[in-house]
């Protein structure tokens, strides 16, 4: 099909695990598309800085959009994971109850799942759960058990999805901040700070923004506040320490301090809930650190704070509404918003995004699907996964498995090269993190660093110093020193 | 004038107090040898420091090969030796002791590579 | 198929070459030496600075002319040795899996296993140090790195956190190289590095160095803006009220090393969690049989020439291991950090001959003045030492005869007069 270079069918605004999802869905239609985001890379937003828990659904209302896409959302997700070689695990979780108190609420919870025809939902005495998480405190008397919920990668969720949507021919240009929208009879012209895009129609998944680019299209009837989680992130040494994830009861601000082992098999703790100074601070505070750690032993006491090897924040994009905001605005016809998607946005994620998919089609009149769309990624296991024989394999088949890179996550040098290589791949050193976890190790790059920078240098054709960490201005070195 | 000094000749680390006029020494106390005494005697009328830095290489296995001046030099032209090194380019092979500046601002000593390295085409690492 | 070794060194710092030469000099000539990086020397390689060899060769060597004259006896000998290569796991019956360009996944199994793998720094998430996540952040190591062996530079204006040697050498060398380090920070009262350092790298270059200081925040979304510092209370918590904003581009983090203890770990040996390295008996062989420690993967030194000597004794065990002369095992001592001390290595002392000496190396816990370090037996002192002064960032050791010991566990314990 005839594509002028900056005109589109559909443009999605924002490469998040939202964005990444719904440009993949779309992809496999015969439809041209751009997908745009201000950041160098998917999953620098919200995506790359959350729990990754795929949640039960008990939590949110019923009849809601959070309750209806959770569920569906969930039910999807080892699918889609397993499609894109994102890793999974259906885990389970508690909900803890220390007291009468606490019990009403899981009560509460229980009948709200019952409600919304969610299955796998038990309340269980505090023994019972004790013997099925030897961690848990003694004072913890009651907890409700979902049999279904899980962990994700959360950034290789959103990774992979990007890359799988670009293998379909979607078009991805990073750090491409829109700066206007003009609506016209054929459709849109939006600009950026790297030109003129036209589209017929726009998806508006912009994160923490997407209020602002409501407002840019001219319909800002919603207003999103960042409201940041921080947390502390364990070895992997203590990743054994719970095997489900670890709820206390729900307040109003939210669903509370959880303990968890990633995906990955690190202990996580946090997040609290407090409103960021601004949409761009990402900063943790002493107090926050403390408040979740202390917060966090009322659950187990057997949290390590001498096994911290990071922290983070992550921003939640609050909606005014109380509740995500999905569907094609009234006041401008072809502007579509996906927002306010804060918890349980990653859980929803694969099932709005086939709903959005499939509201998109209908308003562009019908899309039909194309003949050679892929419905996922090849990837492999990692190498530090791999058997003895199969790590042989692999070294025989690419030698360079045979230089480890990280060595604290054992990450070889071919695993580098192709994160790199890769459709959409990584530019910086973070991205190579997200992708390859070298530097996610409890020496946190300390050794893998000069290695990385290098094949970065090397593949990219640019010098040391203009390597990043993250966006630009973010320079790890500032030059050489000797000529 | 009194000045209380660590000696730094060895890892010992004595605590000195040395008695000074002018540029004179009057009396050093707390020293255990003979060297930390003239270590103390120097720093008030001549401080001494060896340097240690990297100068650029051409065509070597590495980009920069460390280097160290062969003596002690004067305090006050460390900068000045500095902004020789900063300037100085050595071409591969270089061996271990090469003096690749000689005598730069002055300063009485030369200034020797302090690491063997080869040439880019030969990166001949033994292997087993 | 598993290739059968006899001594397997892992690590080629100055503790695996030393190892490696002391083991070939002793008559062992199947030693095969293990190392990750493109050459041999280990961190030496970075440190170009001198200092070194004051005891073993009674000269003021920088690192790199340290290495060499440890990495040419290596070819002199003869000694096996493979580069780039990464041991990936070792297990309690010394199998050892390596993976390299060249060689591929290799497994060996070693008849005696010398743990020389060094140690790694504490990055900033173990401190918990708030604030933003911008580059410009570096353990002094990686910042070592880069300068040294780069040739690349880090920043133009720094904050150094942690007054221990590398920040120190650091200060220095980032100040000849044109850069301004504003400021040290040391939380502790009193300063983490060798006296020397001090002086050469502080004082010199007239670096302020804030004792009782810490950094609090972080500050800058994409690189560096600069650092807020505060002084700490005896509990090393901030001071409200005394925090200053220092602009700077680069923070180095000296603060703390780590005994990279994993591989040892797996294969069972038993770990001290005050000196994070192996409980080694004064054979310097750890709790699983024919795996021996030493260097920085057994406890953190401060002079290079300390490591190559104990790597020279638990060659010297590894040997006689081989030769079939190892002793046997019988009543087994501990040696116990009492009052004053803050870990011991040795810290198990096993069946002894009559005229044998015990190195037992220490760190006092506080700073104590004209001090007496005693060896208890049962409340009884059965040996004394004076120390003009104890440091706890100075190694220091005492060599106590085992008949003194009486077959009875001992305490060391440091008094001030």
Redesign the interface.
């Known amino acids: 099909m005839e594509k002028d270079k900056n005109n589109y069918d559909i443009l999605i605004i924002g490469a998040g695990v939202v964005g990444g999802l719904i440009a993949r869905s779309l992809s496999f239609y015969d439809a041209s598309i751009c997908m745009v985001d201000k950041h160098i890379d998917a999953a620098m937003g919200a995506s790359g800085a959350n729990s990754g828990i795929v949640h039960g659904g008990y939590d949110a209302k019923p009849g809601s959009l959070k309750a209806k896409f959770n569920i569906l959302g969930t039910a999807m997700m080892e699918e889609t994971c397993r499609l894109l070689g994102v890793p999974y695990k259906n885990t389970g979780s508690f909900v803890l109850a220390f007291g009468p108190d606490d019990e009403k609420e899981l009560d509460r919870l229980y009948r709200n799942g019952i409600a919304g025809g969610i299955e796998g939902l038990e309340i269980i005495d505090g023994d019972i759960a004790r013997e099925m998480e030897p961690a848990l405190n003694p004072t913890v008397t009651k907890a409700l058990h979902s049999k279904t919920a899980g962990v994700v990668s959360p950034y290789k969720l959103n990774i992979s999805s990007v890359e799988n949507a670009v293998i379909n021919g979607v078009e991805f240009r990073r750090e491409t901040t829109v700066t206007g929208i003009v609506r016209n009879e054929d459709g849109f012209v939006v600009d950026t700070d790297r030109g003129m895009i036209k589209t017929r129609v726009i998806i508006n998944c912009a994160g923490i923004y997407a209020d602002e680019i409501a407002q840019m299209a001219g319909d800002g009837f919603f207003s999103l506040t960042p409201r940041k989680g921080e947390y502390?992130?364990m070895d992997r040494s203590e990743g054994g320490l719970v095997e489900r994830v670890i709820f206390q009861p729900p307040s109003d601000k939210g669903k509370g301090v959880l303990v968890m082992s990633t995906v990955d098999g690190n202990l996580l703790i946090g997040p609290d809930a407090n409103i960021a100074e601004s949409k761009?601070d990402?900063?943790?505070?002493?107090s926050?650190?403390d408040y979740v750690y202390k917060t966090a032993l009322k659950s187990c006491s057997g949290i390590r704070l001498?096994k911290?090897?990071?922290?983070?924040a992550g921003l939640r994009a609050t909606p005014d509404t109380g509740d995500f905001i999905i569907g094609e605005s009234e006041k401008v016809p072809g502007f579509y918003n996906v927002a306010g998607i804060e918890s349980p946005g990653l859980s929803s994620a694969p099932a709005i995004a086939e709903h959005v998919a499939g509201e998109i089609s209908c308003i562009l009149g019908g899309l039909k699907i194309k003949p050679d769309f892929v419905q996922g990624i090849e990837t492999h296991e990692y190498f530090r996964d791999m058997t003895?024989d199969e790590?042989?394999v692999a070294?025989?088949e690419n030698?360079?498995?045979?230089?480890?890179v990280c060595?604290?996550e054992?990450v070889?040098e071919a695993e580098v090269l192709e994160s790199i290589r890769r459709p959409a791949g990584a530019r910086t050193v973070d991205g190579v993190k997200r992708r390859t976890r070298a530097g996610m190790g409890?020496?946190?790059?300390?050794?893998c660093?000069?290695t990385v920078i290098e094949i970065l240098s090397r593949e990219l054709g640019l010098p040391?110093?203009e390597i990043?960490?993250?966006?630009?201005?973010?320079?790890?070195?500032?030059?050489?020193?000797?000529? | 004038m009194k000045r209380e000094?660590?000696?730094?000749r060895?890892?010992k680390?004595c605590r000195m107090t040395v008695e000074y006029e002018g540029n004179k020494v009057l009396k050093v106390t707390g020293n255990s040898c003979s060297k930390g005494k003239a270590y103390a005697i120097d720093e008030i009328t001549k401080p001494v420091?060896?340097?240690?830095?990297?100068i650029?290489v051409d065509g070597g296995e590495?980009?920069?090969v460390?280097?160290?001046t062969d003596k002690a030099i004067r305090?006050n032209l460390?900068?000045d030796v500095?902004a020789e090194i900063?300037k100085a380019e050595v071409k591969a092979p270089v061996k271990?002791g090469q003096v690749i500046l000689k005598n730069p601002a002055k300063c009485g000593a030369d200034v020797v590579a302090?690491?063997?390295l080869g040439k880019v085409e030969n990166a001949g690492?033994?292997?087993? | 198929m598993i290739e059968k070794r006899s001594i397997i060194i892992i690590g080629a710092g100055p503790a695996g070459l030393a190892a490696a030469v002391k083991a070939r000099k002793s008559g062992v000539d199947d030693v095969?030496l293990i190392e990750?990086d493109?050459?041999l020397g280990g961190i030496l390689?970075q440190c170009?600075?001198?200092?070194f060899g004051?005891?073993v060769f009674k000269e003021?060597?920088?690192?790199?002319?340290f290495a060499?004259r440890y990495i040419r006896k290596v070819?002199e000998l003869g000694i096996?040795?493979?580069?780039?290569t990464?041991v990936?796991s070792i297990d309690k019956n010394r199998n050892i899996?390596t993976?390299?360009?060249?060689?591929?996944?290799r497994?060996y199994n070693a008849d005696a296993i010398i743990l020389a793998m060094g140690c790694?720094?504490r990055?900033?998430?173990?401190l918990?140090i708030?604030?933003?996540?911008?580059?410009?952040i570096f353990?002094a190591?990686?910042a070592q790195?880069?300068?040294?062996?780069?040739?690349?530079?880090?920043?133009?204006t720094a904050v150094i956190l942690g007054s221990g040697d590398i920040g120190l050498i650091m200060a220095r060398r980032m100040t000849?190289?044109?850069m301004k380090v504003k400021a040290v920070c040391e939380i502790m009262p009193h300063p983490g590095g060798?006296?020397?350092n001090?002086?050469?790298c502080l004082d010199?270059y007239d670096i302020p160095l804030k004792l009782s200081h810490t950094v609090?925040?972080?500050h800058g979304?994409?690189?560096l803006e600069g650092v807020t510092i505060a002084e700490v209370d005896e509990s090393f918590k901030p001071k409200k009220g005394t925090e200053k904003y220092i602009k700077c581009?680069t923070l180095l983090l000296s603060v703390g090393l780590i005994p990279e203890n994993?591989l040892s770990e797996e294969a069972g040996v038993l770990i001290d969690p005050l000196t994070k390295g192996a409980v080694v008996n004064q054979n310097l062989e750890t709790s699983v049989e024919g795996i021996y420690a030493c260097g920085n993967v057994l406890h953190v030194h401060d002079?290079v020439d300390y490591v190559a000597l104990e790597a020279e004794r638990a060659a010297k065990s590894a040997v006689r291991r081989i030769k079939g002369k190892s002793k046997k095992k019988s009543k087994r001592l501990m040696v116990e950090a009492g009052k004053g001390i803050r870990y011991t290595v040795p810290q198990i002392i096993d069946k002894t001959d009559k005229d044998e000496k015990i190195k037992i190396y220490f760190r006092s816990s506080s700073i104590l003045k004209s001090a007496r370090v005693n060896a208890v037996c049962k409340d009884k002192i059965v040996y004394s030492k004076k120390f003009r002064r104890l440091v706890p960032a100075?190694m220091e050791y005492i060599n106590i005869p085992a008949e003194d010991m009486k077959g009875r566990n001992i305490r060391i314990e440091a008094v001030a007069k």
């Open positions: 502390l992130l761009d990402h900063s943790t505070h002493a926050s650190l001498d911290v090897i990071t922290s983070f003895v790590k042989k070294i025989d030698p360079s498995h045979g230089k480890i060595r604290c054992n070889t409890r020496c946190q790059g300390g050794f660093l000069p040391k110093e990043l960490k993250g966006d630009r201005g973010s320079n790890i070195l500032t030059g050489r020193n000797r000529g | 000094m660590v000696c730094i060895c890892p680390g420091r060896i340097v240690t830095s990297t650029k590495l980009p920069v460390p280097v160290k305090r460390i900068f500095m900063y271990e302090t690491l063997e690492n033994k292997r087993a | 095969l990750r493109n050459q390689k170009i600075h001198n200092g004051l005891h003021e060597l920088t690192g790199p002319e060499l070819h096996d040795y493979k580069l780039d990464m990936i899996t993976v390299g360009p060249e060689d591929g996944l497994i790694r720094e990055p900033r998430g173990a918990r708030p604030g933003t996540n911008p580059s410009g353990s190591g990686t790195r880069f300068v040294n062996i780069e040739g690349m530079k880090p920043g133009k000849l190289e044109g060798l006296t020397r001090i002086v050469q010199d609090t925040q972080i979304r994409k690189r581009d994993e002079l100075e």
